[in-house]
């Protein structure tokens, strides 16, 4: 009776942080379709740029404590990988010129987090690790 509940606990755990994941990913997609005005054929195309982020974030987990400096450059990939393939979607100057905008903002975020650990005497491999895990995500 035992086994049987762990074995349930441990599956609702893991479909509850498989529902984030997804949630995460379609807040994703929502914004870059909101801010960049996609079209339909974009937003299928984005949408696998989305999930190939975001398995390649899962591929890259065990390096977080055992090798940090590898795996902020694995994350700094992964992050310029998909803005880059996301850019290579648009089509109208409208979205080019929202896109450049979008680029600007990510680099004040990151200088201005950058600034802020700085004070802190933070390493910079953490700070680089947290802006491109939580504050790459623009909603």
Not at 71 to 88: D, I, M, W
Request: aromatic letters at 10%.
């Amino acid at each position: 009776m035992r086994w049987i509940l762990l074995v349930l606990m441990v599956g609702l755990v893991a479909a509850g942080l498989q529902a984030q994941a997804q949630g995460a990913r379609d807040k994703e997609q929502a914004f870059f379709t909101r801010t960049l005005s996609l079209d339909e054929t974009q937003q299928a195309r984005l949408k696998a740029i989305v999930n190939r982020k975001y398995d390649g974030y899962a591929q890259i987990a065990q390096y977080k404590e055992t090798a940090p400096e590898k795996y902020a450059a694995k994350l700094q990939a992964l992050f310029e990988g998909s803005l880059n393939s996301v850019r290579l979607l648009l089509k109208t100057p409208a979205q080019l010129e929202a896109f450049r905008q979008l680029r600007i903002r990510l680099r004040k975020q990151r200088a201005q987090l950058i600034k802020q650990y700085k004070r802190n005497n933070a390493v910079s491999q953490d700070v680089l690790s947290r802006y491109y895990s939580e504050v790459f995500f623009l909603g």
